[in-house]
């Protein structure tokens, strides 16, 4: 298992950077004010595909030989990392094939197809996705890249806790949702050198709590189909995040589908962003642990901005 380093990430950087934007950082008196604590949002939600794992997807694509991008990429996912790849695919003109779950949210799916992205579906759960992704992979030949357990898309993702740190002047901690634990293994591997004395806290889903229930236990826990509103947090960690997570992640919080609902109207309404469920899960915890919080600097990762507007989860 080769596991990626700080200097991984900054060539990632330098490979991505005339594809990807470089997301601002945005603060809300209103929330400071109800959570106690000083809160910059990095919005990668502004990301042309509306979600961070383009830095991931790109670098992984712009990292193959010519040889190796003759026959594409291919991946499986639950919806952004499958625009993403699609994104950067389109870019460097290569094909895409990814597997999603028929349950996967349809703007996602118009948002993989309108870049160019092949779809085929599975049923929502980790087992269907892994065999069904086989038989593709098998019929077109593309290069795999795991939607997070890939040592190129976490230095990838690595690269927007470097750019947050240098536009907030430092941090004491910051906190982003955790399903696979892509972002997160990408912080831990930036912060660990940029800025060790900040704290990499993950926020999870109750309904999907297979990582807060690893970090207890020390060992992987993974649920097959969890369900919750926080669609982009179902899959479960693998041994490369593993490594980050019971390395470097001080503490895994949990937050309830009402509560995750709630934060992100509240962002909604006093960021003003669009912002899907998943990347409301950190400001749910924020919000219920108010004292772990309170009088800091935190930072925290807007990780998508991809919603289906017909379903909104708080419209019956």
Request: charged letters at 20%; one cysteine or more; hydrophobic letters at 40%.
């Amino acid at each position: 298992m080769y596991i990626p380093t700080y200097q991984d990430m900054l060539d990632a950087h330098e490979r991505i950077r005339p594809h990807i934007r470089r997301t601002p950082v945005r603060t809300s008196d209103y929330l400071n004010e109800v959570t106690g604590a000083e809160i910059f949002f990095k919005c990668e939600n502004f990301q042309e595909p509306g979600a961070f794992k383009v830095r991931g997807a790109t670098n992984a694509v712009f990292g193959l030989s010519e040889a190796q991008a003759e026959k594409g990429v291919a991946t499986h996912s639950s919806g952004n990392h499958a625009s993403c790849l699609s994104y950067a695919a389109r870019l460097r003109g290569i094909p895409c094939n990814v597997v999603m779950p028929h349950t996967a949210p349809q703007a996602k799916k118009d948002t993989v197809r309108r870049y160019g992205g092949q779809i085929t579906e599975c049923e929502p759960s980790t087992s269907s996705r892994e065999a069904t992704f086989a038989k593709v992979q098998a019929a077109t030949g593309g290069d795999f890249v795991h939607p997070y357990n890939d040592p190129r898309v976490i230095a990838g993702q690595g690269t927007c806790s470097k750019e947050l740190i240098e536009q907030t002047d430092g941090l004491d901690m910051v906190v982003a949702p955790i399903g696979g634990g892509g972002m997160i293994s990408g912080i831990c591997l930036t912060l660990a050198t940029l800025a060790p004395e900040t704290r990499v806290i993950a926020a999870e889903p109750e309904q999907a709590d297979d990582a807060y229930r690893s970090f207890k236990a020390g060992h992987i826990i993974a649920d097959d189909a969890p369900r919750t509103i926080a669609d982009g947090l179902l899959v479960p960690l693998k041994d490369l995040t593993w490594h980050f997570v019971k390395t470097h992640v001080s503490d895994i919080l949990t937050a309830s589908d009402p509560e995750i609902i709630e934060a992100m109207k509240l962002t909604w309404k006093h960021l003003r962003v669009v912002m899907e469920p998943s990347s409301a899960v950190p400001l749910a915890t924020i919000l219920k642990t108010p004292d772990l919080f309170r009088g800091r600097r935190v930072g925290v990762i807007i990780t998508g901005g991809n919603v289906d507007l017909d379903k909104l989860p708080w419209i019956a």
